[in-house]
């Protein structure tokens, strides 16, 4: 994604010349995921600083803050959705497949926590959703399955079944970051609640 | 809540002074209840017009534009305070006063959709709970002699069971703004979704 985002590689810029820029991009984004969660007001001086690359070339790929916190945010998400991938949501009864998927979705999250509380603080909601909609669809076709089968309710919209999911797991992310649980009780807990919510018994 | 946010009243305040003062506090407010809800941007510039007061009046009262939003976002969960106080979360049983707490405090959180969007994006999520305490407060002890009584899960902690209410009702107030569910669905699928949540069956 920061490939799209960056304007690396365009007229003039041979193979080798890509390849400094696709370095440079992993490197501003190492250290924007690392800066971030310990000090969430970063700037983009601090960030080329730390990711050794001059300004210039920070901002040749990044034209704002918000552009680098939303490129963190997606290879985050990318992330997830790999994981929720290897964890074989078309596996099984929907119930536990969706027990699976919460609990791996959150081992990224949890890994993530303090991004994702940087990217809620600064990033509006709509684009919040727009860049999870990769890890989403998955959680989306899991919940039509689900229902197909008879396993899941169907007396709500599955748009609505989704944003409960999201925003149950970010609930219990932000319950972590503020000591209301642990995060080794956050799986259980949001398993617990997203299964009967889902299922509607 | 803007009385002690706020400086008026000082020393040096005589009775007519203190009036004044609560008179431009209560303009303030209106107008930035107003303005947020049409132009998030709203500047403080903007509402010391908007108000019809000066800027060092409106200065005076509150120190920032984050001090405006926060005393106004108190104002309206003071408002959805009282109408659940009105709405008897003490009678019935547990899962029919947990039922019109969620409608009730709904409709107040649709009279203010808008204005909670842009706290969200811009107050801390640590802000935004401590401003909700106070409704929150009503949620908790119903949910006490929920578990008390037998009807709601004690397989969680409380603590928890308020975050998920909470943030379900803020999602839906989300999926409001951005159009995937009308302001009429909402109070029939939080209620449909928190009372199994909740009850965990």
Known sequence: MARTESRAGGAGGGPRRRADAERSIEAILDAAQAGLADHPQLTMAELARAAGVGRVTLYTHFASREAVLGAVLERAVDEASAAIEAAAPREGSAAEALDRLVRTSWRVLDRHRRLFAVAHAE?????????HERALA???????????EGDFRS???TTWLLSAV????????????????????????LVAMILPAVRGR
Do not use: C, F, K, W
């Open 155 to 157: 007396d709500l919209p």
């Open 123 to 131: 990033l509006p909601p709509a684009d919040m959703r727009r860049h």
């Open 138 to 148: 998955h959680v989306e076709q899991l919940i039509e399955r689900g229902r197909d």
């Open 166 to 189: 999201y925003s149950l797991m970010h609930a219990a992310a932000e319950d972590v970051n503020s000591g209301q649980l642990t995060a080794e009780q956050a799986p259980e807990v």
